[in-house]
Structures are given as structure tokens and as C-alpha cells.
């Protein structure tokens, strides 16, 4: 049908200015002319333009959506962004410590870790499936040669990283974007994000609230810091746990393995597990360096301070309608606009 209205269009522009000639209405004169008007039109540099751009899209477009059905390329989801970060399980199927050819490096540009194989990441787009092989610095004993030796394995790391887009196959839309650090940053511009994870993560944290009562942990959060997750907590009709919200806010949950009493604390930012023993945890040293959390808990904390002194500062206005997973419409609109535009020019 596109076609068609722009034949009749570029019929109408060939044939403009010349002279109109009235022809008799027979069968055969009429298809001589449509032959010729045929033959103008498939000679127009207009129309062959368009007609490549519109096979071009044609093709680019199939194989892009047959990627996006098949591998669910969506680069500005950060749900999706976590499943590939944990994906590489520390110890089990990636056993590679570098500073630069990190999980999330790697996460970003659309790979995942093969649980069968070791150290080998994969795409669920374009299927493709890289080894990676780094090999450890030689130790001597030497500090000059040592120095030199981590200094050409981080070379290595390097590449890596940087030819990461490149590893996918040749129509793989993870070629053209990866996914943005923004996603992956806890930020003011993603209050709303922000907020919604950690209704999560206290909600799921509150039923192990004895066995973290049980932990120990060293201090991070002064007792003014509690009151700006207290005061929110409360509004929210919450139960206020001082370990909970330490746990939470830096970014663990809670696991159980099994049926065991072996209890983990788990990071979905970074794909970490620890152990619970009778030693204290620091919560912030047992994330990786590149983990989210070891600075975003203080953009956390920063979130609620804000929301508390906004409640000082009107008290009983409109807190807004509450939404279902804890988060009130008024807090929710907070983050609406940036929201919106990200949709809007990048998704």
C-alpha cells in the first residue's frame, strides 16, 4: 500500500508541467502507457532512493527485532543488567580478578557467564560465545619485574573490555548501544528506582530479621542516619530494624542455603555471596570496588534526608496516593520527568 501511494506520488511529479494528451480508452493503448509510465517512474533517482532506504529498513529491522525477541535486548533495563551481573558467580564459573575486565564491564556491553564453562561469557542475542583467556602475573620476587608483569596482564584486561562490542556477531544490535553506566549508578535522577529497590530488599530482609539480629556487623551509619530511614520506614507503615536497614541499605539480602541454618549474604549489584559467620562483616568492604553500593548508600541516605526534611517542612500535606509496592505517588512523581525523557530518546 506504501508502495503503491508512492508510485501515484512519484506519477504525479514525473507528469506535472507536461502536456496533457487525450488518448482513446482501449485495453491495449492503456497498458502501453502504463508500461512507460512504469518504466519513468522505476528510472526516477527519487524513487530509486527510497526504495533503497526502504529495503535497507527492511532488513536491518528483521534481524534486529528476530535479536530483541529471541535475546530481550533491552539495554536501559536495569533488572536485565543485574541478571547478566550475577550471572558471573565468583569461584564458580568466573574465577578472573581485574580491575578492568570486571563483570560489569562486561554486563554493559550485553554479555553474560556461561554457567558450563569456565570463565566463557555469552550473548542471548546473537548467541555468540568468547573464552576468556588471562593468565596470572609472575610473581618473582623482583618488584621491577613483578611491576611489569601485572602491568602487561592489565594490557591484556584492557582489550578485552575494549573489544568487547566487537565479540558479538555482525547484526547484533548490542553492536550499535550498550547499556549506559547511568543505568547501573544509584543516582537522585532515579529516586523512584532507587526508592522501589529498597522496599524490596527490606521487605525480603524483614523475615530473616531474628537471624540478622544475630549478626554482626561493623558500624557504618551514625544514629542520625537511622532517622532518615526510620522516619521513612514509619510513614510507610514499616517495622523499623536497625540491622535490617544497615543490611538493606548497603545493598545484601538474606539467603538461606537449603535447608540448612548456612545463612548468605547476597549482592545482585555484583554477583557477591558471603558467608555469615561469628566475625563481624563489613558491609561495605565485601562488595567489589566497582559495586554500586560502595558510595550509592550515601546517595541513598541523601535520598532520605531529603524526603525527611521535605515532611519537616510540610507536614501535613499530601503525601500522595500510595502505590502498591510501598512507593507514594507524590515520591514516585519525583523522578516521573527524567524518566519519561529516557524513555522517550532512548528506549
Known amino acids: 500500500m ?35 509510465v512504469d518504466k519513468q517512474i522505476q528510472s526516477n533517482k527519487t524513487y530509486q532512493f527510497f526504495r533503497s532506504i526502504s529495503k535497507r529498513r527492511l532488513r536491518s529491522s528483521s534481524v534486529e527485532n528476530l535479536y530483541k525477541v529471541s535475546g530481550g535486548f533491552r ?46 561469557i555469552t550473548c542471548g542475542c546473537c548467541n555468540a560465545s568468547v573464552l576468556i583467556k588471562l593468565p596470572e602475573a609472575e610473581v618473582t ?9 601485572i602491568r602487561m596482564v592489565d594490557k591484556i ?8 562490542q566487537e565479540f558479538h556477531r555482525e547484526n547484533c544490535p548490542w553492536r550499535k548501544q550498550l547499556t549506559p553506566f547511568s543505568v547501573y549508578e544509584i543516582s537522585f535522577g532515579n529516586m523512584t528506582r532507587e526508592l522501589e529497590s529498597f522496599h524490596e530488599r527490606y521487605r525480603h530482609n524483614l523475615n530473616f530479621a531474628v537471624d540478622i539480629e544475630a549478626m554482626e556487623f561493623n558500624p557504618v551509619l551514625t544514629g ?7 522516619s521513612y520506614l514509619k510513614q510507610h507503615h514499616l517495622d523499623v530494624n536497625k540491622e535490617v536497614i544497615l543490611v538493606t541499605l548497603l545493598g545484601w539480602t538474606v539467603e538461606r542455603k537449603g535447608s540448612s541454618s548456612l545463612l548468605l549474604l547476597a549482592s545482585r549489584s555484583d554477583a557477591r555471596r558471603v558467608i555469615v559467620t561469628d566475625s ?8 567489589h570496588k566497582w559495586s554500586c553500593f560502595v558510595q550509592g548508600y550515601r546517595v541513598l541516605l541523601q535520598i532520605f534526608k531529603s524526603i525527611a526534611a521535605r515532611d519537616v517542612e ?34
Request: net charge negative; hydrophobic share 35%.
Open 314 to 347: 510540610s507536614p501535613s500535606t499530601d503525601d500522595g496516593v500510595e502505590l502498591s509496592n510501598g512507593v507514594t505517588s507524590r515520591e514516585s512523581n519525583a523522578g516521573a520527568k527524567l524518566d519519561k525523557l529516557r524513555k522517550v530518546y532512548f528506549e
Open 75 to 120: 539495554p536501559f533495563d536495569r533488572g536485565l543488567l543485574l541478571d547478566r551481573i550475577s550471572s558471573f558467580q565468583s569461584g564458580v564459573s568466573w574465577n578472573i580478578s581485574s580491575e578492568s575486565l570486571t563483570p560489569l564491564s562486561l554486563a554493559l556491553a550485553g554479555w553474560s557467564c556461561d554457567a558450563r564453562k569456565q570463565n566463557t
Open 224 to 230: 542520625e542516619e537511622y532517622q532518615y530511614v526510620e
Open 157 to 164: 584486561a584492557e582489550k578485552y573490555v575494549a573489544k568487547a
Open 280 to 287: 563481624a562483616v563489613d558491609l561495605v568492604a565485601e562488595h
Open 141 to 149: 620476587g623482583d618488584d621491577e619485574t613483578d611491576l611489569v608483569s
Open 2 to 36: 506504501a508502495n503503491e501511494r508512492l508510485s501515484s506520488a512519484l506519477e504525479s511529479i514525473c507528469s506535472s508541467g507536461s502536456t496533457k494528451v487525450a488518448f482513446a480508452s482501449s485495453p491495449r493503448v492503456s497498458k502501453h502507457l502504463k508500461k512507460r
